[in-house]
Structure formats: structure tokens, C-alpha cells
């Protein structure tokens, strides 16, 4: 039996690679693929390329004026972040007074809480989100350093008060961290849309 | 050597029927979840023996990998799973002497995302 090296799967994509990924996605996750849709690594990249296709999809909306190499590169950039997010990284612990008990969200399934804070706000698309600091030791405060794509004619510092607070709120309901402080960086400027705000 | 495939399965049914619950994953080491992958895909298993269950001498530890609804707090609905899966071995009569629970959240759906994944 003979072994392709092309065959040999993504480790951090339960067997499967970005491609097929993208694929699934366009087939509408038709036939249903369980091997797909039981991977939380999987269904991490999904979330994140999905709303990948909805921005590349409002970009096209505005096409006057866009540079598609620029647009490559920005859509290219956008897929290493999904790629490197998707590790399930840390464990972060959550308290239970039985300590047979050991609880914790990944660091990953926490990157996705606090992209999505972003993402369904309106006026920004969320880039890198790094967190900063020991997040595997109770009580220990960390620093969450995101960085962002503003829509055009948006307040820098309106925006990013509100992305720090929408931040702060999604961390405070779905886990236990203490946030020393949030760091948003924006690094893009793109054309505005319809936006569906989120506020 | 106890077979617990069928304790496993238990386990991951009452995991999924858990409110804020909206998906569980393969908790296995890595190296048995790569295979047990291969088998889903290939149509030999059913994804249902989810949650990994590991024997010591007189010492059980018992993992679940979860996804949760994001409508609920994560926390909450994690706390609710470990108190579930620490009742449940309770009253398992196979399960002797110490007992240690990890479950571990992979992913904070976005709400109703759960109707789609099929999983629930």
C-alpha cells in the first residue's frame, strides 16, 4: 500500500484541509458530512470562512474603485487568521467547587467568542485576536489584543470604545477571564455597505 | 478490560440532550479520534461514542469535548454537563474508586447555528 504525502491530513483539521473546507461550503454543507460536522476544529474554520464568503460577497457589491490584488491578499490574509485560530491552544479553566471536576473552554472556542463580538457589530471586520497573558491560571489578568478593518467615514475612537465594550460583555457572559485591559489596533480602512448593525 | 462503548454511548446521549448543549466531539486521544475520524468518513461508525472514558487500576477519568449553544453563558451550561456526567457514574456500578471529569467547550455557536450543525 502505497502512502501519498498529499493525503496526509491537516492535524489541527480532524483529516480534512482549508480546501475542502471551501468546498463543503459551496456545496450549502450538502451531502450533510459527519466526519465534518463533528469536528469542532471544522466547524471553527466554517464559522470563520463563512463570514469570509459574506464580507468577500459585500466587497464584490462595491467593486468600484477596489484593487483585486489588494482584495486577494486582504481575503488570503483573512484565511492564515482563521487557520491559526482554529488550534485549540490553552485550556482556559472555569471554577467548580468539586475539584473532581475540571473544567475549561479552548483558547480557540474564546478567539470565537470575541471575533464574533466584533463581527456582528457593524463597521469593523475583525483580523487577528491574540490573548495575552496566563490565561490557564484563575484570576490572573490577561490582555486580549485584537486588531480590525474600519469602515470607511467610522470614528476610530467611538469604534474601537465599542468593540472593547462588546469584547468585554461577550467574555463576562461565556467565561471566567479578568481582562486587564483590550488593545484594538485598526489596520484596514474598507468601503462601507449596508451594514447590518448589531449595537 | 471493561468495554465502555456502550457507557460511552450513554454518556454522550445524555451530554447532547443537555440544554446549552449544541454539539459533542470525539475526546479520544489523539491518535484513536484520527481513526475513529476515519471511520465516520468512511461510513463505518456512527459519530454517537463520543465521550472518552479511561480506566487505571481503581481510577476512571472521563472526558467530554462540547460545543454550546451561545444564547446561554458557556460556563453555565459546561457546570451543568460535569454535574451531569458526575451523577451519572455515580450510580454506574461498573465504575469503582476515584473518579476525575474533564469537559472542555471546542466552540460557542452562534445562536440557532446548533438547527443547522444537526448535532444537537
Sequence with gaps: MTFDATSVPEDDLDGHTMEELGDYLDRGRTPYDPSIETSAACRLALVGMTRMQELARTALEHESGRDPARDDAWISGLLDTIKTEIRSGRDIPVGHPNPVLRLALTEAAVRGVIRRAGDTMGGVIMGRCVLDGDVTTPGAPIRIDVTAGLEYGMSVAETADRLRERITRALAEHTELVIGQIDVTIDDVYPGGDRTDDR | ?120
Design chain 2, 1 to 120: 478490560m471493561t468495554d465502555d462503548t456502550e457507557l460511552s454511548r450513554q454518556l454522550t446521549a445524555a451530554i447532547r440532550a443537555t440544554e446549552g448543549v449544541s454539539g459533542v466531539y470525539p475526546a479520544q486521544p489523539i491518535l484513536e479520534a484520527a481513526a475513529g475520524a476515519v471511520a465516520v468518513r468512511l461510513a463505518l461508525r456512527v459519530p454517537d461514542v463520543l465521550v472518552d472514558i479511561d480506566r487505571a487500576d481503581d481510577f476512571t477519568t472521563v472526558s467530554a469535548h462540547i460545543s454550546t449553544a451561545g444564547e446561554r453563558p458557556a460556563t453555565e451550561t459546561l457546570r451543568r454537563v460535569g454535574e451531569l456526567l458526575l451523577e451519572r457514574l455515580g450510580a454506574e456500578p461498573s465504575i469503582r474508586g476515584e473518579v476525575a471529569v474533564n469537559v472542555k467547550v471546542r466552540l460557542v455557536e452562534e445562536a440557532g447555528a446548533s438547527a443547522v450543525s444537526g448535532l444537537a
